[in-house]
């Protein structure tokens, strides 16, 4: 019979370990994908921070280097500024970037720095046992939260791409989502679009991507679906936020 349909180049035979449910193995897939189809397996080098979203350095077949809560940006920027002609991203959750990282996810922008980051926005901080982020939703239930986030108390949620896409050096920024095959494709076209502005060496490039954490949410996998349908859609505009004059020509 013929194989119609595989893993792709971009990722090693790992199987992933991820909860049930959870959607950093959709996004993994389509970086690998677009690393594939890219041509760039060899050439990349990613940087994963930890959290969840740092167990990604056992999943892409690129080279890949971990580096401290929140310092990936640092780190891929020294990485990329002495290698220039490799492409370098960085794969963060949301408590990563936009809490403990903010200041490095707001300076690459301001300073372009030709690298590319994708967030993954869950609204909690995963790995540590689902506490409030600085993404978690106004009345939003986590475990340091159970009566809900109380925004006169904590404030509105920071929505990191739309901030990103203020600053100068950021010439491109999308946000998708992987909750049904059509925003995946989406997203798909997002992430390929960041790496080829980093190819053309145009400047910072931003993918954030709504995904699930049903282990902490305390759904189920297909619940998780319509709970980031239902909440979080309404809140983080989908779509690309920021698409400089240079990169319309791709
Ligand atoms: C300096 C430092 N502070 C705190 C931690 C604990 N810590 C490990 S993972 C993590 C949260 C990660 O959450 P997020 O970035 O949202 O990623 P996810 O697990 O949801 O993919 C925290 C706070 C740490 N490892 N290092
Ligand atoms: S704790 Fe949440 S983010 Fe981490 S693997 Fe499980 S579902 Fe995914």
């Avoid at 679009?193 to 954490?213: D, E, H, P, R, Y």
């Avoid at 949410?217 to 989908?238: F, G, H, T």
Wanted: include cysteine; aromatic fraction near 8%; proline fraction near 6%.
């Amino acid at each position: 019979m013929q194989k119609v349909i595989g893993r792709p180049t971009g990722l090693t035979e790992l199987p992933f370990h991820y909860c049930p449910g959870c959607t950093h193995g959709i996004i993994h897939r389509l970086i690998g994908e677009v690393m594939a189809e890219l041509g760039i397996i060899e050439n990349t080098i990613g940087v994963a921070p930890v959290g969840c979203a740092g167990f990604s350095l056992d999943f892409f077949a690129c080279d890949f280097v971990g580096a401290a809560h929140g310092r990936a940006q640092a780190v891929a920027t020294g990485i990329k500024r002495s290698l220039p002609d490799k492409l370098v991203f960085t794969y963060q959750g949301d408590g990563d970037i936009a809490a403990i990282g903010t200041s490095h996810a707001i300076h690459v922008a301001a300073r372009g720095e030709k690298i590319t980051s994708i967030m993954v926005n869950n609204a909690v901080f995963g790995m540590t046992g689902g506490q409030m982020a600085p993404t978690t939703l106004p009345g939003m239930k986590t475990t340091t939260s159970p009566y809900g986030r109380d925004c006169a108390v904590f404030g509105q949620p920071i929505d990191l791409p739309k901030t990103v896409a203020t600053l100068s050096g950021a010439v491109y920024v999308a946000a998708g989502s992987v909750d049904t095959p059509k925003n995946i494709l989406q997203t798909k076209k997002y992430l390929k679009k960041a790496f080829q502005v980093q190819q053309m060496g145009l400047g910072f490039s931003f993918v954030s991507i709504l995904s699930t954490c049903p282990t902490n949410w305390a759904l189920s996998p297909v619940d998780s679906l319509k709970w980031l349908q239902d909440n979080m859609i309404p809140v983080y505009e989908l779509g690309e936020l920021k698409v400089a004059e240079e990169v319309k020509a791709l």
